[in-house]
Antibody
Framework: QVQLKESGPGLVQPSQTLSLTCTVS????????VHWVRQPPGKGLEWVGA???????DYNSALKSRLSISRDTSKSQVFLKMNSLQTEDTAIYFC???????WGQGTLVTVSS | DIVMTQSPSSLAVSAGETVTINCKSS????????????LAWYQQKPGQSPKLLIY???TRESGVPDRFIGSGSGTDFTLTISSVQAEDLANYYC?????????FGSGTKLEIK
């Protein structure tokens, strides 16, 4: 069955780089797009970016200068890298398969010294 | 970027009542090729990942109760929940996927009296 699971550090220091991995199963990354969505504690959903089935990417306008999404199809993994982290980047980060039927459980990233 | 304006931000109803949540986009979400509106509705219960309820503005995701109804076209969309049940306590979000960057509405918190 389709599954997605996020992994990464729970705590990142300000100005450092966040690296998250979304490991998927039950579908192919070359046939489906994977999106990242984040949610600050107690707040709404924010689309972060996506990697499409062909490998191209799109990013949130406000984040694109700090953001990179890539993948390793042989490992069924999608990667998110965001640099220059600030406290406002503290959020639960979800990965989801388009068109949104399947989501990971999310991983909380706290930016703090 | 397409701005999604969602209202109300919160509402409280008694079980059995009908609820209407509105979502307005800053530009049309109607795609002329497929003649479809690229608008989705999500439900997020406390502590859970979002769940897709409706896609293409009015198509119910498999397994979603038929009391959840999506309607609208162009720039104005509505999620109607008829005969609200206690289990419908959640936050609801609209999302446009007509164009990148994808964007969410700010959310509607549904409380049950």
């Amino acid at each position: 069955q389709v599954q997605l699971k996020e992994s990464g550090p729970g705590l990142v220091q300000p100005s450092q780089t966040l690296s998250l991995t979304c490991t998927v199963s039950g579908f192919s990354l070359t046939s489906n797009s994977v999106h990242w969505v984040r949610q600050p504690p107690g707040k709404g959903l924010e689309w972060v970016g996506a990697i499409w089935s062909g490998g191209s990417t799109d990013y949130n306008s406000a984040l694109k200068s700090r953001l990179s999404i890539s993948r390793d199809t042989s490992k069924s993994q999608v990667f998110l890298k965001m640099n220059s982290l600030q406290t406002e980047d503290t959020a639960i980060y979800f990965c989801t398969r388009s068109p949104g039927s399947y989501w990971g459980q999310g991983t909380l990233v706290t930016v703090s010294s | 970027d397409i701005v999604m304006t969602q209202s109300p931000s919160s509402l409280a109803v008694s079980a059995g009542e009908t609820v209407t949540i509105n979502c307005k986009s800053s530009q049309s979400l109607f795609g002329s090729v497929r003649q479809k509106n690229y608008l989705a509705w999500y439900q997020q219960k406390p502590g859970q990942s979002p769940k897709l309820l409706i896609y293409l503005a009015s198509t119910r995701e498999s397994g979603v109760p038929d009391r959840f109804i999506g309607s609208g076209s162009g720039t104005d969309f509505t999620l109607t929940i008829s005969s609200v049940q206690a289990e419908d306590l959640a936050n609801y979000y609209c999302q446009q996927y007509y164009d990148t960057p994808l964007t969410f509405g700010s959310g509607t918190k549904l409380e049950i009296k």
